[in-house]
């Protein structure tokens, strides 16, 4: 069983939609949880990052932590076709960042 | 500029042949890193250096090496490549407690 599960998708949405994606983790010292966005042809790049259990919120985008059930969730509202991209989500213990397969998002005009 | 930069950005190889693929970041880092990453497996770790003199294997490091030159650079080596070896790799630099990682615009090798 892999420590990061993510549904790799594609998801495709009409412009103005709500994006909704999620991992799941079975490793209890995550402590920090990171999504990452990568455009075609491109490295990764960080998109946000939350300690602690609840909502984080950074313009359009929210990011989401429930430790008790080891479940992380990013939204994506009133998405824009240059939200177009693979999400990654990746979690941190001591030692080491974990990623999840990442999801391809289409937000078509 | 770009603050991690890698090179090549392609490369076309033959099995058996020895390549070397390199990284330098100018955002003053003590962490580095490199990952490959293929379709449906996400970013793996190949291995990872927290200074100069500190070099940590990764989750898939058989069939790589490393040397980390210098705080800014640091280049992975395949010295005999296989066509399992097919991938794209990235570099990147990180800081902090959160390890923060900023990536490079990566490599893609072909191992024919």
């Known amino acids: 069983q892999k420590e990061v599960e993510q549904d790799p998708g594609p998801l495709s949405v009409p412009e103005g939609a709500i994006v909704s994606l999620n991992c799941t983790y079975s490793?209890?010292?995550?402590?920090?949880f990171m999504w990452y966005r990568q455009y075609s042809r491109k490295g990764p790049e960080l998109l946000m990052y939350?300690?602690?259990?609840g909502n984080k919120e950074d313009g359009r985008f929210t990011a989401q932590v429930d430790k008790s059930s080891k479940y992380i969730s990013l939204f994506i509202r009133d998405s824009q076709p240059s939200d177009s991209a693979t999400y990654l989500c990746?979690?941190?213990?001591?030692?080491?960042?974990?990623f999840g397969a990442g999801t391809t998002v289409t937000v078509r005009a | 500029d770009a603050d991690v930069t890698q090179t090549p950005r392609n490369r076309i190889t033959k099995t058996g042949k020895r390549i070397m693929l390199e990284c330098s970041q100018t955002k003053g880092h003590d962490r580095m890193y490199w990952y490959r990453q293929d379709p449906g497996l996400g970013l793996r770790l190949i291995y990872y250096s927290f200074d100069v003199k500190d070099i940590n294997k990764g989750e898939i490091s058989d069939g790589y090496s490393v040397s980390r030159q210098a705080q800014a650079k640091f280049s992975l080596s395949l010295e005999s490549a296989i066509p399992n070896q097919t991938a794209l790799y990235f570099c990147?630099?990180?800081?902090?407690?959160?390890?923060?990682?900023?990536f490079g615009p990566g490599t893609r090798l072909t191992v024919l």
């Open positions: 990147a630099s990180g800081e902090g407690s959160t390890d923060t990682q900023y």
């Open positions: 990746a979690m941190k213990d001591d030692y080491k960042l974990s």
């Open positions: 490793n209890s010292a995550f402590q920090y």
């Open positions: 939350t300690y602690s259990s």
